[in-house]
């Protein structure tokens, strides 16, 4: 009977780690392709709420930087706008409650409340770059989405598991 107690207690243990191992637990910043098979990525967040995507325009070809908060039901909200020229594709001006700002030859829309569930995104194959700047360092994502990939970026909490089968950018340095 010593023996039978051993394996059950042992199968239970396993039941639950399995169990476990399927509840989600950690969020994160989720790149998720459209329209393919391809491994997603993801950035796990923790207690950090905010991040930056960095591309360069196809048209006037200098950087522009969106930046990102994570609010506290999960939502992506866009609060800032930065960019270095007008041209095609380009905001000439502030929304209502928005403001405007020249700074260092650099033009700033802040104050931005742009609330989103996800947003889609496509990954640049010739000059964008897009990089995801995530506690002041810089991730090209195109190390761990091929580029060209449409992706849906979202907030997600992830398990065990479905972190296991994505690829964390942060890692991809």
């Known amino acids: 009977m010593c023996k039978f107690q ?26 998720q392709p459209n329209h393919s098979n391809a491994k997603f ?14 591309y360069t325009h196809s048209i006037h070809l200098s950087d522009v930087v969106e ?48 609330v989103f569930p996800f947003f889609h995104l496509r990954i640049g194959q010739v ?3 897009h990089t995801v700047i995530f506690k002041n360092k810089e991730y090209p994502i195109s190390r761990s989405i091929k580029p060209g990939t449409s992706v849906k ?5 992830l398990n065990f598991f479905k972190q296991w089968k994505g690829v964390n950018i942060l890692e991809s340095l």
């Open 6 to 31: 051993s394996v059950l207690y042992l199968l239970i243990f396993f039941i639950i780690l399995i169990f476990f191992a399927f509840i989600p637990f950690q969020k994160a910043i989720v790149f």
């Open 41 to 54: 990525a993801y950035i796990p967040v923790k207690n950090e709420t905010h991040f930056e995507i960095k």
């Open 67 to 114: 930046s990102y908060i994570i609010t506290h039901d999960e939502r992506i909200q866009q609060y800032e706008l930065m960019y270095e020229d007008f041209a095609i594709g380009m905001p000439s001006n502030a929304e209502k409650g928005e403001t405007f700002e020249q700074i260092n030859g650099a033009y700033y829309i802040k104050n931005m409340n742009r």
């Open 127 to 129: 000059r964008a770059n």
């Open 153 to 157: 970026v979202e907030i997600r909490k």
